[in-house]
T-cell receptor, first 118, second 114 residues
Framework: DAGVTQSPTHLIKTRGQHVTLRCSPISGHKSVSWYQQVLGQGPQFIFQYYEKEERGRGNFPDRFSARQFPNYSSELNVNALLLGDSALYLCASSSWPGRATVSNQPQHFGDGTRLSIL | AQSVAQPEDQVNVAEGNPLTVKCTYS??????LFWYVQYPNRGLQFLLK??????LVKGSYGFEAEFNKSQTSFHLKKPSALVSDSALYFCAVRDANRDDKIIFGKGTRLHILP
């Protein structure tokens, strides 16, 4: 079975530009989360989506947005890029026991998109 | 607020010796606890989790972790280290009573010396 796939693997942008990162979850997983991992740090939570609805948002500015599609794939968009946005962006999918419960399922991560801002 | 602390930036262990990677956490409710491993230029791989029940949890690649509620710790252990265990290890926590984010520690780099 295919794992979580992310595209592109690497991306170079300049300040002020916009970027869209894509993620396809493991088949059957309805929950997708996005993380930012700066070099030397642990992943920082950005968003979580379940069945196309936002279920959680981390402490990131409004320049960051995301959406989930009917096939459960997801996009992360970042506007007005800053040098500090340079990082590895990770997507993770998980199964979810139900809308009203907190998930105790592990996250399954893709290999990330390495974003460099010049 | 939720938090995770991994007090050691790096741990060095000789091959064949037991290893421990430390993690302490803070949540207001009951914790869901996870360990992940990251190899260079890769995403994180799930190793094991604690949800409820037995305090000793066994996971992938011979790793195990012990949940200690009184010390709010969830240390990762392995009886006999392999060189291939060298990687970056992350502890993570989610509050079981809140529909909220999962928090990761800053990571511990494990070096297994041949």
């Amino acid at each position: 079975d295919a794992g979580v796939t992310q595209s592109p693997t690497h991306l170079i942008k300049t300040r002020g530009q916009h970027v869209t990162l894509r993620c396809s979850p493991i088949s059957g997983h309805k929950s997708v989360s996005w993380y930012q991992q700066v070099l030397g740090q642990g992943p920082q939570f950005i968003f979580q989506y379940y069945e196309k609805e936002e279920r959680g948002r981390g402490n990131f500015p409004d320049r960051f947005s995301a959406r989930q599609f009917p096939n459960y794939s997801s996009e992360l968009n970042v506007n007005a890029l800053l040098l500090g946005d340079s990082a590895l962006y990770l997507c993770a999918s998980s199964s979810w026991p139900g809308r009203a419960t907190v998930s105790n399922q592990p996250q399954h991560f893709g290999d990330g998109t390495r974003l460099s801002i010049l | 607020a939720q938090s995770v602390a991994q007090p050691e930036d790096q741990v060095n262990v000789a091959e064949g010796n037991p290893l421990t990677v430390k993690c302490t956490y803070s949540v207001s409710g009951n914790p869901y606890l996870f360990w992940y491993v990251q190899y260079p230029n890769r995403g994180l791989q799930f190793l094991l989790k604690y949800i409820t029940g037995d305090n000793l949890v066994k996971g992938s690649y011979g790793f195990e972790a012990e949940f200690n509620k009184s010390q709010t710790s969830f240390h990762l252990k392995k009886p006999s280290a392999l060189v291939s265990d060298s990687a970056l290890y992350f502890c993570a926590v989610r509050d079981a009573n809140r529909d909220d984010k999962i928090i990761f520690g800053k990571g511990t780099r494990l070096h297994i010396l041949p």
